[in-house]
């Protein structure tokens, strides 16, 4: 190995910028840096002639790994799956050098469905006690599974297998919800987006075969992600919500309901939706509380058209056999026609004169409403101190119309 025999001349001290030249040799600081540089100069020509004496080093790193993994999969044949489906999977072949998941997973759930490992035998006897049975909350068919249905899934069928393992007859039953108006809307918008057409376009019959050839679909591919989950589900009780058998036992559970006494018909809100034509659950609906004037984009009507919100509008009740009226205010002028009583703090001493009087509707001239008190529905120190009462729109007004046994008017 040779080494560099001499050392590199120091570098020369840089010139003085401005003012006159110094008197004497280079300042202790220039001599410094030059002693620096040159020590470094020495260090490189010493690391370069090493590397020349060497050779070429091998390569490294993740590049040396990834042409080292390149050459082993070259070298390595192509995996295939020779396991007939159905049959006990083939493990004659060589394993594979890298761990696959979807590899080492095929095959082995089609044989256990073939063999019937998680449907319980008929022959075996049923002791209740012995007996464990979970039935999947069923997934909508509106999409596919997310990974909250793999918890759920993976949870209860370790339950499954934990009581399996002790000896217990056991059942894991699969099941898919048809999610009625969240599955209709998902179809419907499919069907506009691609066909340009709405449901009555179709008419009821040929949209139901619509919405049905989605639930096909969805439920095949929810059915193979349950499987490739491994779960343990007996897919011959495979189940529908709206399937005829659960359809017929929802039928005969109701009428039961209805006979015992417990099921009753009774006059409640709902949220009407008037761009499905139907209504929808609580569950379905975002409350928005409007600052103000606001204008919004409302469904079935055109985009470019703002429909006007948080507008309050004020108008009078006259008092029947009176010059007196009463200013009442409201952001849903369009309720005005349900209204059946108009209510008052009963401390208010504005209106006390006028308890247990009646009001002339402003647009019906053949309805009269009463005058009511409620302490919990008003605020007299709100406004007018009046409020209308529309007991078939509003949930505060319906409570009224409970207390103070108002007519509801639905249409």
């Known amino acids: 190995m040779s080494q560099p025999t001499e050392q590199p001349p120091a570098a020369p001290a840089p010139p003085p910028v401005g003012g006159d030249p110094p008197s004497e040799g280079p300042s202790k600081s220039a001599l410094k840096k030059a002693a620096k540089l040159a020590e470094k100069q020495a260090k490189s020509s010493a690391k370069n002639a090493l590397k020349a004496e060497k050779g070429p080093a091998p390569a490294s790193g993740s590049g040396a790994k990834k042409e080292k993994a390149k050459k082993e999969t070259k070298d390595e044949p192509a995996w295939v799956d020779t396991t007939v489906p159905g049959e006990k999977k083939d493990l004659s072949s060589p394993m594979e050098n890298g761990y696959n998941p979807l590899h080492v997973e095929s095959s082995w759930y089609a044989w256990w469905e073939k063999r019937g490992f ?3 035998r008929d022959d075996e006897p049923c002791d209740p006690a012995k007996t464990f049975v979970i039935p999947l909350p069923p997934p909508n068919v509106t999409g596919l599974l997310h990974i909250g249905h793999a918890l759920t899934i993976s949870i209860q069928d370790a339950l499954i297998r934990f009581y399996r393992m002790k000896g217990y007859r056991t059942l894991y039953v699969p099941g898919f919800d048809h999610a009625g108006i969240s599955t209709q809307t ?3 918008k499919r069907l506009a987006k691609t066909e340009g057409k709405s449901r009555y376009d179709y008419g009821r019959e ?15 591919r929810i059915s ?6 491994g779960a343990s589900f007996d897919f011959s009780r495979e189940a529908f919500t709206m399937d005829e058998s659960r359809s017929a036992a929802v039928t005969e559970n109701f009428c039961k309901l209805f006979e015992d006494g417990i099921l009753y018909r009774e006059n409640r809100l709902v949220n009407w939706c008037v761009y499905l034509n139907t209504t929808l659950s609580n569950l379905e609906v975002v409350q928005k509380t409007l600052p ?6 409302v469904p079935g009507y055109p985009p470019n058209e703002r429909i006007e919100f948080g507008v309050i509008v004020s108008f009078v009740y006259p008092v029947v056999g009176s010059d007196e009226k009463i200013v009442v205010a409201t952001t849903r002028p369009e309720t005005i026609l349900g209204d059946t009583a108009v209510a008052v703090h009963p401390d208010d001493e504005r209106y006390k004169h006028l308890h247990g009087k009646m009001l002339q509707h402003p647009f019906i001239p053949e ?3 009463p005058l009511v008190t409620d302490s919990i529905a ?14 078939a729109h509003d949930p505060n007004d ?3 119309g409970k207390r103070h046994n108002l007519p509801f008017i639905k249409s």
């Open 186 to 188: 998902v179809v419907e």
């Open 367 to 369: 309805r009269q409403v």
């Open 292 to 297: 103000g004037r606001t204008l919004m984009n």
């Open 378 to 391: 008003v605020d007299m120190a709100f406004g007018t101190g009046a409020v209308k009462i529309t007991p």
């Open 206 to 220: 040929a949209f139901l075969e619509k919405v049905f050839e989605w639930k096909d679909q969805y439920q095949s």
């Open 398 to 400: 319906y409570d009224v």
């Open 118 to 120: 998680f449907t319980p």
């Open 224 to 229: 193979n992600q349950m499987r490739r989950l």
